[in-house]
């Protein structure tokens, strides 16, 4: 059975980065996209970037030009690289793999199959 776990999460100051990763334990299927979705308290949970199995990405506009996603195929580990942080990016991190769905389909939650990690607190402090 495959395991999603997410690391990295913190406190920075903003306009600070910071490094989110997720580690798939198991055999985890190539044709899965990977993504992370983020809830901050009181809002609902949302779509932050996707890296499709063909290596395609994207991300919500808010954080478009300020964060990266990434994978490691050999170590099968997904990164979130977060640039210039902004306080309304304060969250628990979601590291989530979806099988046989589009990007942007991922990127709006239009999914039920699925499978979580248990999230990383990122905490922006003004």
């Known amino acids: 059975q495959v395991q999603l776990t997410e690391s990295g999460g913190g406190t920075v100051q903003a306009g600070g980065s910071l490094k989110v990763s997720c580690s798939a334990s198991?055999?985890?299927?190539?044709?899965?996209?990977m993504a992370w979705f983020r809830q901050a308290e009181g809002k609902e949970r949302e779509g932050v970037a996707v890296f499709d199995s063909d290596g395609t990405t994207d991300y919500t506009d808010s954080v478009k030009g300020r964060f990266t996603i990434s994978k490691d195929p050999k170590k099968n580990i997904v990164y979130l690289q977060m640039t210039n942080l902004k306080p309304e990016d304060s969250a628990v991190y979601y590291c989530?793999?979806?099988?046989?769905?589009?990007?942007?389909?991922?990127?709006?939650?239009?999914?039920?199959?699925?499978?979580w990690g248990h999230g990383t607190q990122v905490t922006v402090s003004s």
């Open positions: 989530v793999a979806v099988p046989f769905l589009g990007p942007r389909a991922v990127l709006r939650g239009a999914f039920k199959v699925a499978i």
């Open positions: 198991g055999n985890l299927d190539a044709s899965y996209a």
